[in-house]
């Protein structure tokens, strides 16, 4: 005698009481899209509360805390989003370092000692892809200086055709001096307009001098800018950079 199986036949429910305790999320997820009464097992609490649990516990606490009527299945889905959210990767940002130049200033108290307009396409991108950069003084621009001058630096980022300008950096002072050789100079950024609240940007604007002395003075052969992280005090990538410039610096 031969049974035919009709493939109308759903599987026992004690099947897929046994079965879907061993189901990981994504597979719970899948097979509550089978039918309605799929839907409605395969979302239950006492499938999702300890996933939940196990995964996102602030979430499951909440929910018992706020005594809100919200599904584990739910809880769950927000924070799988919100973990998602967190590491995906920030859009490409608006601005190019073809679209700027620096122009950079250095005085004393009694005459300008160096001024260096570099447009963004002639910059040497660092090999690492951070936001750091070499600039040559031209050999027939040095001006000699004493060492213990206070110093004025002006670091502007320029929109091409001058449609916007950004000070990066306008400090006066001795800055510090390493062993007579490098001068450094920093300036914490303030945060964009959109996210303003007085505070800072957890960025700081790095200028750094290379020196050579000549009987008692100084002359300024050589120069870097970057921007810096203040919470690993590294310099950050050139791209997150032009994101944040181009909350000043474009319309």
């Known amino acids: 005698m031969s049974y035919k199986i009709s493939s109308n036949l759903s599987p026992p429910w004690q099947v897929l009481v046994l079965v879907t305790n061993h189901l990981d999320p994504k597979t719970l997820a899948i097979a509550s899209c089978v039918c309605k009464s799929w839907s409605i097992s395969m979302s239950s609490d006492h499938l999702w509360q300890p996933i939940c649990a196990a995964q996102y516990p602030s979430l499951s606490t909440l929910r018992a805390a706020a005594s809100a009527a919200v599904s584990y299945r739910k809880l769950y889905a927000l924070g799988y989003m919100s973990v998602k959210r967190r590491v995906q990767k920030p859009p490409k940002p608006h601005l190019s370092l073809q679209d700027i130049m620096f122009a950079i200033d250095i005085h004393n108290t009694r005459s300008c000692i160096v001024t260096s307009i570099k447009p963004g396409g002639e910059l040497e991108v660092d090999k690492n892809g951070v936001f750091r950069f ?110 944040y410039l181009q909350h000043f610096l474009l319309p």
């Open 134 to 243: 070499d600039i040559d003084i031209k050999s027939d621009k040095l001006v000699a200086f004493e060492a213990l001058d206070s110093l004025r630096i002006t670091w502007n980022v320029v929109m091409n055709g001058f449609e916007s300008v950004f000070t990066m950096m306008d400090c006066k002072g001795k800055g510090n001096f390493v062993l007579g050789l490098e001068g450094w100079f920093s300036k914490e950024l303030p945060l964009p307009g959109c996210c303003s609240s007085g505070g800072a940007s957890g960025l700081v604007a790095d200028l750094r001098l290379g020196l050579r002395v000549s009987g008692g003075r100084v002359v300024v052969e050589k120069m870097s800018v970057g921007v810096l992280s203040v919470v690993s005090w590294r310099y950050v990538w050139v791209d997150d950079v032009l994101r």
